[in-house]
Nanobody
Framework: QVQLVESGGGLVQAGGSLRLSCAAS????????MGWFRQAPGKGRAFVTA????????YYADSVRGRFTISRDNAKNTVYLQMNSLKPEDTAVYYC?????????????????WGQGTQVTVSS
């Protein structure tokens, strides 16, 4: 199994940038597709982005494409989410997740392990 811990959240101004990290503890990190989801107040958990096991392929939700970048460093067992040009509507709790034995997926039920989340708040 894998344990995931997010960090890097905080309060930023609109137009600013923030980088989230997700550190995995456990084994065979490179056997997992990694994804980021977010949940805004009063809303369900929404897909943000995902990256393949090798890091060669990525996929982004339309709402963040061109602004956010997902990357991974398998040697460090860490996945990152670089967020640029942040908007107030990006405010949410951000969760990293790991999916074993699957290709890139945008559905939360496909992910087996979840972090506890980190709060990102974007002010106007």
């Amino acid at each position: 199994q894998v344990q995931l811990v997010e960090s890097g959240g905080g309060l930023v101004q609109a137009g600013g940038s923030l980088r989230l990290s997700c550190a995995a503890s456990g084994r065979t990190f490179d056997n997992y597709v990694m994804g980021w989801f977010r949940q805004a107040p009063g809303k369900g958990r929404a897909f943000v982005t995902a990256i393949s096991k090798s890091g060669a392929s990525t996929y982004y939700a339309d709402s963040v494409r061109g602004r956010f970048t997902i990357s991974r460093d398998n040697a460090k067992n860490t996945v990152y989410l670089q967020m640029n040009s942040l908007k107030p509507e990006d405010t949410a709790v951000y969760y990293c997740a790991a999916a074993g034995g699957t290709p890139i997926a945008t559905i939360s039920s496909r992910y087996d392990y979840w972090g506890q989340g980190t709060q990102v708040t974007v002010s106007s």
